[in-house]
Structure formats: C-alpha cells, structure tokens
C-alpha cells in the first residue's frame, strides 16, 4: 500500500533477459539490461458527507458524536473493501476446469473446497510464483457461505483441527492448509479473491484520508440549512502490477 500525495503511483521494473546458448569457441549476445515502468493515476474518491442539524448537534452527547465518526470512518473502509472486491477484471480467472471439472463457475461445497484451496497454490506455482508465496503468504476471501462450508471441511478432517474447530470454534483470518482464510459480504456476485499477499496495490491519498471537513450552514439546492456538514472522503486507486498480477485470482464461483 502507498500512503502518498502523489497523484501517480509508478512501479519501475526490469525486464527479463534471454538465457543464451552456444558451444565452445561459439560468439554470444549480450543481452540489454531494459528498465520499464507501469503507473496508475489516483483519480477516484469515496465520500460521506453527513448534515447535522443545529439542534440535532445541541441535544446529542459527546460520545453520540464519536460514534457518529466512528460509523462514518468505518462506513468509508467498508466502501474501499467493496472497491477491491469489484475490481476483479484486474486478476486472473480461476473456474471450475482449474479443480478438475468441466469450464464455468465453481459451486463451493465441503467436498471441493480443500480442492480449491491446493488449485490456487499450483496455479501460483506455475505462475513462477512459489518465493514470494513463501515470503508473503497466500489468501483467500471467501463469501459467508463458502466461510461456513470451509468449517465443515475442517471439523471433519483431522484429529487435531476437529478439536480445535469444535472446542473454540473458527475465525475469519485463521490459517488452514497454509493459506489464510478471511470472509467478507461485499464481494461482486460470482467472484472470490484469492492469492498471494501484499500484491495487490492500494494507494491513498494521505491528506485526504480521515481528514474531516466542517462546514458551517452548508449550502443545498434549496438553499443554506441550519446546522453543520461533516465530511469525510478516502482517495484511492487499485493495481495489479505486470509482474505480480499473475498471482492473483478472480474465483469464479456459482
């Protein structure tokens, strides 16, 4: 994630370069050392602005004012998680041939899940992607559903995971066949993330970002109002960077 003022975010990278083959007393070519660049403009914004009535903002507390904030800045992350999860043209499609089935989308069920789960970390492997799985972890977001069907699974199999799954039950976030498991409801209709952390660019305006702005007898189109605008606004870009953008999927469930 980039926490900047900058309105373009730019990832500089090489190129890589051809092995060369030959035999002995046999000439070579040098291969260029060629650096490139990608870039992605910050150019998209979510804002909340709220209108507090001046005898609303009298009769309310100062913890009902903290909450208010609470639930706007909250209201606002929640809209930024929506954002990601939408922006799945960015990943790589992930369907039901890469389990072993025929092509079209996945029906998640207790006995396919941990198949799933092993297909994406082959798919990373075969994306060249095996050290930075190793150094960053991988993931999965599923839907409540499929969360409930990955609990089953792991209840059912494994003396020392039973256990653990039945006395304390399991969390969102927890690690399970070397992947972390999280769980969201704002995912677009048909589509789960999945794959390697911390490759999947964010960038946040940092002067924008939970800085909020009062105004006094805000004006509407039917005129000023008497009270107080709160407003709060999060300026922010996604992007999956040339090299990295193969280990990311687009699960396509049913």
Avoid: C
Avoid at 72 to 98: K, P, R, Y
Avoid at 115 to 121: F, S
Avoid at 153 to 161: E, W
């Amino acid at each position: 994630m980039s926490y900047t003022n900058s309105r373009v975010l730019h990832n500089p990278y090489h190129t890589d370069p051809a092995v060369q083959s030959g035999t002995r007393g046999s000439a070579y070519t040098h291969q260029n050392y060629v650096l490139a660049d990608e870039s992605i403009t910050i150019n998209t914004f979510k804002i909340l602005p709220m209108l507090i009535d001046r005898a609303d903002l009298a009769q309310t507390t100062y913890t009902d004012q903290m909450e208010m904030a609470d639930k706007q800045a909250t209201l606002l992350d929640e809209s930024i998680e929506t954002a990601m999860l939408a922006a799945h043209a960015d990943w790589t499609n992930f369907d039901n041939a890469a389990i072993g089935g025929s092509a079209g989308n996945i029906t998640v069920s207790t006995s396919n899940i941990d198949d799933i789960i092993r297909a994406l970390k082959r798919e990373v492997r075969e994306a060249n992607g095996q050290s930075i799985m190793n150094r960053n972890g991988m993931f999965i977001v599923w839907r409540a559903a499929d969360f409930e069907k990955l609990e089953a699974f792991v209840q059912a199999n494994g003396f020392s995971t039973a256990d653990m799954a039945l006395k304390d039950g399991t969390v969102a976030g927890m690690r399970y066949m070397g992947v972390d498991h999280y769980v969201s409801n704002s995912h677009t209709a048909g589509h789960v993330f999945a794959g390697v952390k911390n490759t999947y660019h964010l960038g946040i305006v940092k002067d924008t970002y939970g800085q909020v702005t009062i105004d006094q007898e805000p004006a509407t189109s039917s005129g000023a109002v008497s009270g107080i605008g709160v407003v709060s606004r999060v300026d922010y870009a996604f992007k999956a960077w040339n090299k990295t953008g193969g280990v990311l999927f687009d699960v396509l469930v049913a």
